[in-house]
């Protein structure tokens, strides 16, 4: 929160002047200090604390000034006083804590900071962060893969474009922003000692256990991970949102084209990961599984996954619509609806409070019935038909239709294969009447007793019929 702070005071504040951007900045700091100390707070003396940031925030709106300036510093200060600190009653209490605030305060960042060379301290950290920035970092590298809008802004962390733009100025500027953010972030007020008399065959109370697992998948660390992995996949859905499926203009050297035609299978792969991750995070009687904050959010990855996937889909149509449809692209729409089923499957499993086993037995319950419905549907005569309609032949967009394509589909394909020779009238060549005789007589013999079926029965009939249409429709001789 401090970084955010600092990076926001550097948009707001360097080399540039002053005014309404102290407001914003005032707010962002009350918005930060409430969250990073909601353990603390007093929820009524909050909402006075509220009151007198709104009050100092007045004098700033109306003309920013040295006195409006100190006037809102006072307020935050005082808000932040009333809000985290109950045992300041009395006036001299709150005005030597003010003090101490504005004065010590900001000097607190610099011994505050030392403390991450502390060996134990850093092992601690990079056991809990460990699993959080290398899954964080697959899923930006998937991301990239998929969106060439994040490809773009990876590429503006070339060391030298850094370096660039540091200069010492902006150090010291980010130095000098952060120790002044973090009295109100690390918030610490000095306590009263309180003497408490001695009690005999009193029993010592056990120590509280600590605030943070060093599990390698405790519940701090899947917390963080949730928390980054929202973030970023938020980021995708919104990039989605403005430009997928709302249209907006692409930024330069990006095409839509290439934007909604690559991405596909990278999210799906992006999702199978996150479906991963979830079952050994909320793995039943995991440490995880009931805690009330880890729940929501892992409710809430799993509907962006599911988002991510309605995006693949619309990625992987938009590539149909322009490159015709085959086997691999059919397999791949219904992959892509057993994953989105599967990441519903889970929270069910979480909500229902069921057994991973219950969770296989749902999805084996799943692609049995695709399958079965699958093995009802003739792909050959559907991949047929809609390369057909969508060509640049019969619709005007799209793909020339791919003949030798057809002639591969088998039979089934005959009807389209009709359609796409009468647009087309060049294709009559001998080479390609004689493919279609072949299919023919295969239908032919598919026909026959020991090899009859109900599809190729039904294809016969449907040429039968196109066959006495067409010798209808020509002129007596």
């Known amino acids: 929160m401090a970084l955010a702070l ?38 009524r003396r909050a909402v006075t604390g509220g009151a007198i940031v709104a009050l100092g925030l007045v004098p700033a709106v109306e003309e920013f000034n040295t006195l409006s300036f100190l006037v809102l510093v006072a307020a935050l200060a005082i808000a932040l006083l009333l809000a985290t600190n109950p045992d300041t009653t009395g006036l001299a209490d709150r005005a030597r804590a003010r003090r101490n605030f504005v004065l010590i305060g900001p000097l607190r960042f610099f011994p505050d900071a030392l403390e991450v060379f502390n060996l134990s301290a850093l092992t601690r950290g990079i056991a809990l962060w460990l699993m959080p920035v290398v899954l964080s ?3 930006i590298a998937l991301f990239a893969a998929a969106n060439p809008v994040i490809e773009q802004w990876l590429s503006l962390l070339n060391p030298k474009v850094i370096f660039d733009y540091l200069s010492v100025w902006r150090v010291l ?20 000692k309180v003497i408490i008399p001695a009690v005999a065959d009193v029993a010592e109370p ?52 290439s934007y909604a035609h690559r991405g596909a299978y990278p999210l799906i792969a992006t999702a199978l990961l996150a479906a991963a991750f979830v079952l050994v995070a909320m793995r039943p009687g995991g440490p995880a599984e009931k805690s009330k904050v880890i729940r929501p959010l ?4 799993v509907g962006q996954n599911v988002l991510l996937v309605a995006s693949s889909i619309l990625r992987l149509d938009l590539y149909v619509d322009i490159y015709m449809l085959t086997y691999w692209r059919i397999a791949a729409f219904v992959w892509m609806g057993l994953v989105a089923l599967g990441l519903i499957l889970i929270v069910a499993r979480i909500v229902l409070d069921r057994s991973n086993q219950w969770l296989v037995g749902a999805n084996l319950i799943a ?21 057909v309609a969508h ?21 089934q394909a005959l009807p389209a294969i009709d359609k796409a020779i009468a647009l087309r009238p060049g294709a009559t060549e001998t080479c390609l009447v004689s493919r279609r005789d072949r299919l023919v007589e295969q239908l032919r013999q598919d026909l026959a007793w020991r090899s009859w079926g109900f599809r190729s029965w039904r294809l016969q009939r449907r040429l039968d019929a196109q066959a006495r249409d067409q010798s209808g429709s020509q002129p007596a001789g």
């Open 173 to 192: 500027f980010w130095t000098m922003m952060l120790a002044l953010v973090w009295p109100f972030i690390h918030v610490r007020w000095r306590r009263k």
């Open 367 to 387: 692609l049995t019935t695709v399958l079965y419905f699958a093995s009802l549907v003739n792909f050959d005569a559907l991949i047929a038909d809609y390369n």
């Open 6 to 43: 600092a990076a926001l005071a550097d948009w707001l504040f360097y080399d540039q002047r002053m005014g309404l951007s102290l407001v914003i900045f005032a707010i962002a700091i009350a918005c930060a200090s409430l969250l990073a100390n909601h353990a603390t707070l007093d929820l």
């Open 298 to 301: 892992v409710y809430l990855w």
């Open 206 to 257: 056990e120590p509280l256990a600590p605030f943070v697992s060093a599990e390698f998948l405790g519940p701090s660390t899947i917390l963080r991970s949730l928390i980054l992995f929202n973030l970023l996949f938020a980021a995708q859905s919104i990039l989605d949102a403005i430009y997928l499926w709302g249209h907006v203009a692409l930024p330069a050297n990006v095409t839509y084209a």
């Open 137 to 139: 970092t697959v899923f």
């Open 391 to 411: 060509s640049r032949e019969a619709s005007g967009k799209g793909a020339q239709i791919d003949i030798n394509y057809l002639l591969t589909l088998g039979p």
